[in-house]
């Protein structure tokens, strides 16, 4: 079982609607949760950290469950330019990070 | 500014070569990161330093070394260079010490292996 696990997609969506994905991860001794963005030949941009129960900048939303082991992220009102690759990061403990292999999105005019 | 630099952004080499790619942050992070994405786009760590101490070693060949001068620079040299080494480098940095664990990654290295 891969340490960080996502849904490969893609997701297709229309703009204006609202998308969420899940990554369920395999270490209940990580602490810190991280959403990257990365688009095609670019490197992965930091989208947002959780390091409690959650996370809210705009139009974006991420939630932990800590019980389930999973992290969500929301994206309302979904723009063009939100297509993109989307990376789960979990915390190893070991000052590292272990990426999920990310969500591809879509977002279709 | 560029926060978290590397060069060459592409290589293309003929297998058996040896090459170096090279990183430089300038966030003031104590740790440096190397990952590797391969064609399926999952990215996995290679090495990590903190403060120029060797903290992480994945299973990477022994043909894969880094090398960190000091806490802003975190070089990868490969030797005898492969097929299978083709794919895109990361270097990233973090703050480690602060218990803030988000990572900022360089542009990346697209190397290509013929």
């Known amino acids: 079982r891969k340490e960080v696990e996502q849904d490969p997609g893609p997701f297709n969506v229309p703009e204006g609607a609202t998308v969420a994905f899940n990554c369920t991860y395999s270490?209940?001794?990580?602490?810190?949760f991280f959403w990257y963005r990365q688009d095609c030949r670019k490197e992965p941009k930091l989208l947002m950290s959780v390091y409690s129960s959650g996370n809210e900048d705009g139009r974006f939303t991420a939630q932990l469950n800590r019980a389930s082991q999973y992290i969500s992220l929301l994206i309302r009102d979904s723009k063009l330019s939100d297509s993109a690759t989307y990376l789960c990061a979990a915390d190893t403990g070991r000052r590292a990070l272990t990426f999920g292999s990310g969500t591809r999105l879509q977002v279709q005019p | 500014d560029t926060a978290v630099s590397q060069t060459p952004k592409y290589l293309v080499t003929q297998m058996g070569n040896d090459k170096s790619i090279k990183c430089e942050q300038n966030l003031g992070h104590d740790t440096m990161y190397w990952y590797k994405q391969d064609s399926k786009k999952f990215l996995k760590i290679m090495f990590s330093?903190?403060?120029?101490?060797?903290?992480i070693n994945e299973t990477v060949p022994n043909r894969f070394s880094p090398k960190s001068p000091d806490k802003a620079h975190l070089n990868l040299h490969i030797n005898s260079l492969e097929l299978g080494d083709s794919a895109v480098y990361f270097c990233?940095?973090?703050?480690?010490?602060?218990?803030?664990?988000?990572?900022?990654f360089g542009p990346g290295t697209r190397l290509t292996v013929t």
């Open positions: 270490n209940s001794a990580s602490q810190s």
């Open positions: 330093y903190n403060n120029k101490e060797l903290i």
């Open positions: 990233a940095s973090s703050q480690a010490s602060s218990g803030r664990w988000e990572q900022y």
